[in-house]
């Protein structure tokens, strides 16, 4: 039971780790931040930022490096759902109902040695 505990403890601390590097990847390239962790209904949307005159609803995977598989793979089609629903929500709430739109996806993995491997999807579907 310990075991469990702290394991899922790393794993939140893998991901808030993730989080913002992903922020400070998107600063980076000039992206305004817009909202971190938006939840609306029962989903949220990691981040949501603005590219220009674009708002980009961008959902972060962090994964340490691993074969069995891509962090962007977990984004399927019912999470994409979900955040096409959460989204619609935020531009509902913020009145934004004509602004250009997209969705990325932004994976993280993590290597001890070489750190942060960073991939923007941009478009991502």
Same mark, same amino acid.
């Given at each position: 039971?310990?075991?469990?505990?702290?394991?899922?403890i *790393?794993?939140? /601390?893998?991901?808030?780790?993730?989080?913002?590097?992903?922020? /400070? !990847?998107?600063?980076?390239?000039? !992206?305004?931040?817009?909202?971190?962790?938006f *939840?609306?209904?029962?989903g949220?949307?990691?981040?949501?930022?603005?590219?220009?005159?674009? $708002?980009?609803?961008?959902?972060?995977?962090t *994964?340490?490096?691993?074969p069995?598989? !891509?962090? /962007?793979?977990?984004?399927n089609p019912?999470?994409?759902?979900?955040?096409?629903?959460?989204?619609?929500?935020?531009?509902?709430?913020?009145?934004?109902?004509?602004?250009?739109?997209?969705?990325?996806v932004?994976?993280?993995?993590?290597?001890? $040695?070489?750190?942060?491997?960073?991939?923007?999807?941009?478009?991502?579907?």
């Amino acid at each position: 039971m310990i075991f469990g505990k702290s394991k899922k403890i *790393r794993a939140y /601390e893998l991901g808030k780790s993730g989080e913002d590097a992903a922020l /400070e !990847y998107l600063r980076r390239e000039k !992206y305004k931040v817009a909202a971190r962790g938006f *939840r609306f209904l029962r989903g949220e949307i990691d981040v949501i930022a603005w590219d220009g005159p674009t $708002l980009v609803f961008i959902e972060v995977k962090t *994964r340490k490096l691993s074969p069995f598989g !891509y962090p /962007e793979e977990s984004v399927n089609p019912a999470k994409r759902s979900q955040i096409r629903r959460v989204a619609r929500g935020y531009l509902l709430r913020n009145t934004l109902d004509a602004v250009e739109c997209r969705f990325d996806v932004l994976t993280l993995t993590v290597d001890e $040695l070489t750190g942060w491997s960073i991939n923007h999807i941009k478009n991502a579907f």
